[in-house]
């Protein structure tokens, strides 16, 4: 699995590149802040609703700081994804790096 820094991930978006951001924290966590663009599968329902994924779309996991995210990329390379990537540091160093005015928790 690779590792992208907030920083390189804004740069791909702001170039075009539009891959899924897939945020594995929970509701209330992602109503305090979030990545624009992303889509809210919480971790503990990856297991049933992976499925619902494409495939061919590199994902980019997000979670609050790279724990959840880590581990969640690691169980849809298990299932067959193929370019997944851990965002480094999660929406805690996004917050950080590339948008001060995000709310932090």
Known sequence: ??????????????AGERPLLLD????????RCHIAGSQLIPMRTIPARHVE??????????C??????????MFLEAQGFHDVI???GGVAEWARSVDPT???Y
Do not use: K
């Not at 690779?2 to 702001?14: D, F, G, I, S, V």
């Not at 994924?53 to 997000?62: F, N």
């Open 102 to 104: 995000m709310p932090t």
């Open 24 to 31: 594995v924290r929970e509701p209330w966590e992602f109503e």
């Open 64 to 73: 609050h700081h790279g724990g959840r995210s880590m581990q969640v990329g």
């Open 1 to 14: 699995m690779r590792q992208m820094t907030p920083t390189e991930l804004a740069q791909q978006l702001e």
């Open 86 to 88: 851990n965002l480094s």
């Open 53 to 62: 994924l494409d495939r061919a779309q590199p994902v980019v996991v997000i």
